[in-house]
C-alpha cells in the first residue's frame, strides 16, 4: 500500500487550520483516511475562545478514531459522535449556537477487503479510481449552488445559508449535520486508489483550469501530493496581481493532500 500526505498553511505567519490522518491497522486489511478544511471566520466574535486549528484538531482526532475503531458505525454516525465529542470539550464555556462557531469542511473514506465507503461534507474533494484507470470525483456541491448575493471575498456573508435548508453545510457543533453529507460504498474491487483533498488543491481544476479530475489525479500519482501542491502555489504566484483567475479568493489557501493506493487485490493489503 502507498500513503502519500501533505498540508502546508497559505501563509507563513497564519497557522494552518486543515487536518489529515491516514491509518492502516496493522491488524486488519483495510484503513481509513481523514481530510478537514478548517472554516476561516471573517470576524473575531465567533462565541468561542478556542481557534479553528483547535477545532479540526479535535475534530479530525476522534474522527480518525472512530473510524477505524468502530468499524459497526456508518460513517455518518462516526461524523456525528465526532461532532458531540468535540463539542462536549468545549460547551461549557463557549457559545456554541453562534453561526460562526469553529467548523470545517470534511472528507472521510474507510476501506477494507469488500468495499470502500465515503463521506464528503462541504467543499473538499474525494477522487476515486477504478482498476481501468477511471476517476470519479466524490463531490458535495451546495456550496456552488449558494447565490452569488450571499458571497463576499469567496467566503458566505450572512448565516441564512450556512447549515440551513437549501444552503450548505459543514461539521460545526450540531451532530445532525452527518445526516446532510454526501455518503455511499464501492465494491472494494473497483477501487484502486483514493486522493483526498481541501479546496486548496482543488483550485488546480476548479479556479485555474489547468486540467479536468483525472488529469489532477494522474498528477498526483506520477509526482506526489507535495508536488501537486508546489504546482498550485506557482499558478497562485503566477496569479497574484492580475487576479485573472483567483478574482475575489486569497491568493494563497491551506493545501492538503493525501493519497492512498490501494492493493491490486483486496488480499494484498
Known amino acids: 500500500m502507498r500513503i502519500e500526505l501533505t498540508t502546508e498553511p497559505g501563509a507563513a505567519e497564519r497557522p494552518n487550520e486543515d487536518y489529515v490522518s491516514v491509518a492502516a491497522p496493522a491488524a486488519g486489511h483495510g484503513g481509513s483516511l481523514v481530510v478537514l478544511d478548517g472554516v476561516t471566520p471573517p470576524a473575531t466574535d465567533v462565541g468561542c475562545r478556542h481557534s479553528v486549528p483547535w477545532f479540526t484538531a479535535h475534530l479530525g482526532g476522534a474522527l480518525a478514531e472512530l473510524s477505524v475503531s468502530r468499524r459497526d458505525m456508518s460513517l455518518a454516525d462516526a461524523l456525528g459522535a465526532a461532532i458531540t465529542r468535540t463539542a462536549d470539550a468545549h460547551r461549557d464555556t463557549c457559545d456554541l449556537s453562534h453561526p460562526r462557531t469553529p467548523q470545517a469542511t470534511v472528507v472521510v473514506a474507510r476501506w477494507d477487503a469488500e468495499r470502500v465507503e465515503h463521506l ?57 449535520v452527518a445526516r446532510r453529507a454526501v455518503t455511499g460504498t464501492l465494491p472494494r474491487a473497483e477501487v484502486r486508489a483514493l486522493a483526498a483533498m481541501t ?37 497562485e504566484d503566477a496569479d497574484a496581481e492580475t487576479r485573472t483567475y483567483l478574482r475575489r479568493s486569497k491568493t494563497h489557501d491551506d493545501a492538503t493532500l493525501a493519497y492512498v493506493e490501494l492493493s491490486a487485490s483486496p488480499s494484498g493489503d
Open 120 to 176: 464528503v461534507l462541504s467543499d473538499s474533494a474525494l477522487l476515486v479510481e477504478a482498476p481501468d484507470g477511471t476517476v470519479t470525483p466524490l463531490l458535495d456541491d451546495r456550496l456552488d449552488r449558494v447565490p452569488r448575493a450571499h458571497l463576499v471575498s469567496n467566503e458566505v456573508a450572512d448565516a441564512t445559508v450556512r447549515n440551513r435548508e437549501g444552503g450548505f453545510f459543514t461539521a460545526a457543533a450540531d451532530p445532525s
Open 199 to 235: 479546496d486548496g488543491v482543488t483550485r488546480w481544476v476548479e479556479k485555474f483550469h489547468e486540467g479536468d479530475w483525472t488529469d489532477l489525479f494522474t498528477l498526483v500519482r506520477k509526482e506526489g501530493p507535495e508536488a501537486v501542491v508546489s504546482r498550485v502555489r506557482a499558478l
